[in-house]
Structure formats: C-alpha cells, structure tokens
C-alpha cells in the first residue's frame, strides 16, 4: 500500500492537471485521453505508460537494469526508482497523446 501511495503521489507530481480515474480496473492519470496507469504487486509495483514510452527509452530502461514488457515497467516496492527516467517517459507520453506540444 506504501508502494502505491508513493507511485500515486510521483505521478501526480508530473501531472497536476490530470483527473484520476480507474482504467482496466487500475488506478490511472487522464487529460483527454489516459497516460499511465500503475498497480501494486506483492513483489512489484507496475507503471505502465502505454507502449510507445517503453520503445523510446527501451535502451535506457535497459542500461538501467530495468524488468520491463511491451507496456509495463516494474519497480522494487521499497528502495530507489528512476524518477527521471520515469518523469521523461510520462512527459513523452502526454506529447504522444497529443496533450502536450512536443519539446522543440
């Protein structure tokens, strides 16, 4: 439950203006149109951007020593998260969506 307070608090960090809503009965953040979704495991805590953040940063996630799928990324309940990584793969996710003009 920690796990997901925690993720809940850090995606809000990055979108402040989006509506909380259950998807796929996850918990997950939308401005027009859903950007992520998370879920606490008993081993893990899923954060799944969609799969066009995974392929973008799919060599970094990789050097970073990540456990990750086509839409999904799995972080370690405790302990440190790459929150940059994550803060980019949100950020790229909105432009994507079309709810954030890309970085020129």
Known sequence: QEAM???RAFIRAQLPNAEEVISYGMPAF???KVLVYY???KNHVGFYPTAAPIVHFEEEM???GLTFSKGAVQLP???VWPEELLSRMITYRQEVA???APRS
């Open 77 to 79: 309940l405790t302990g």
């Open 98 to 100: 079309g709810v954030k």
């Open 39 to 41: 879920e606490a495991f």
């Open 30 to 32: 939308k401005e027009t």
């Open 62 to 64: 990789k050097a970073s």
């Open 5 to 7: 307070h925690r993720m």
